[in-house]
């Protein structure tokens, strides 16, 4: 891998996404709407809000991200650009890294605005610190953004691109705990949650809201986000086509 070629892909994802403020908008603005209206959902509750408020604030970004990114790449194969770019002396390895850094990029700006917004707008009330909150929400939309990348390379349009968010995205969703605790499922499902990286998300976020330091389930949680992040990135650059047939 080249870090001046992957910076020159990155530059240009980012000159490409400051031309379209609605993606922009999905991106930063969408988990912002989404963690304020949890917030008066549960207004007559807010003790709810803060068990769940958390768990979410890095639920909504993996989300946004996923979409945005799978979308954003698969536009670019389907248009030839994919084909175009890696004609020249362009890894696939660059390219996918370049991708990762932009969107990344916007994934701090994306996970700072929302949980700014969560703790000092909202009042949503964590035990333990922001900076460890931001982390893991930060780790979430990275990780949004792995597999987004990386579903990409199996749709042949955009909208194949959305059908993977139910078979990506909800059964993580639904057995990640934020409904119920993981230990409470039927074994089987205990066992597929455990193999799940947004169970580890929502565990890590869990961390933060209960305790006030750092504790060793939180690293643990932290770090298999992060290396589930980077497997899926690598899984991307291998299976990256130049086009869709």
């Not at 799978?70 to 650009?81: D, H, K, N, P, Y």
């Not at 930060?138 to 390379?153: K, P, R």
């Not at 990286?197 to 209960?210: H, I, K, T």
């Given at each position: 891998?080249?870090?001046?070629?992957?910076?020159?892909?990155?530059?240009?994802?980012?000159?490409?996404?400051?031309?379209?403020?609605?993606?922009?908008?999905?991106?930063?603005?969408?988990?912002?709407?989404?963690?304020?209206?949890?917030?008066?959902?549960?207004?007559?509750?807010?003790?709810?809000?803060?068990?769940?408020?958390?768990?979410?604030?890095?639920?909504?970004?993996?989300?946004?991200?996923?979409?945005?990114?799978?979308?954003?790449?698969?536009?670019?194969?389907?248009?030839?650009?994919?084909?175009?770019?890696?004609?020249?002396?362009?890894?696939?390895?660059?390219?996918?890294?370049?991708?990762?850094?932009?969107?990344?990029?916007?994934?701090?700006?994306?996970?700072?605005?929302?949980?700014?917004?969560?703790?000092?707008?909202?009042?949503?009330?964590?035990?333990?610190?922001?900076?460890?909150?931001?982390?893991?929400?930060?780790?979430?939309?990275?990780?949004?953004?792995?597999?987004?990348?990386?579903?990409?390379?199996?749709?042949?349009?955009?909208f194949?691109?959305?059908?993977?968010?139910?078979?990506?995205?909800?059964?993580?969703?639904?057995?990640?705990?934020?409904?119920?605790?993981?230990?409470?499922?039927?074994?089987?499902l205990?066992?597929v949650?455990?193999?799940?990286?947004?169970?580890?998300?929502?565990?890590?976020?869990?961390?933060?809201?209960?305790?006030?330091?750092?504790?060793?389930?939180?690293?643990?949680?932290?770090?298999?986000?992060?290396?589930?992040?980077?497997?899926?990135?690598?899984?991307?650059?291998?299976?990256?086509?130049?086009?869709?047939?």
């Amino acid at each position: 891998m080249n870090g001046s070629r992957t910076l020159a892909t990155a530059a240009r994802v980012l000159r490409q996404l400051r031309h379209d403020p609605r993606t922009i908008a999905l991106m930063l603005l969408v988990p912002i709407l989404m963690i304020t209206l949890l917030r008066y959902v549960f207004d007559g509750s807010p003790g709810t809000f803060d068990s769940i408020g958390a768990s979410l604030l890095g639920i909504f970004p993996l989300i946004t991200m996923f979409l945005v990114t799978s979308i954003a790449t698969l536009r670019e194969r389907t248009s030839g650009t994919l084909e175009r770019l890696l004609a020249m002396p362009l890894g696939k390895a660059d390219l996918i890294a370049g991708y990762a850094l932009a969107f990344g990029a916007l994934a701090v700006v994306q996970s700072a605005l929302a949980t700014a917004a969560a703790l000092w707008v909202l009042g949503l009330d964590v035990t333990g610190s922001p900076w460890l909150l931001l982390l893991v929400a930060l780790l979430d939309a990275l990780l949004g953004t792995a597999l987004g990348l990386f579903v990409s390379a199996f749709a042949a349009s955009e909208f194949q691109a959305v059908q993977f968010m139910p078979a990506v995205i909800f059964p993580q969703l639904l057995l990640c705990g934020l409904f119920t605790p993981r230990d409470t499922m039927q074994p089987a499902l205990e066992a597929v949650s455990d193999v799940l990286p947004m169970s580890y998300a929502v565990d890590g976020m869990n961390e933060v809201l209960r305790h006030t330091d750092m504790t060793a389930a939180f690293l643990r949680d932290v770090l298999v986000v992060a290396a589930c992040a980077l497997l899926v990135l690598t899984l991307g650059a291998a299976t990256l086509r130049r086009r869709t047939a």
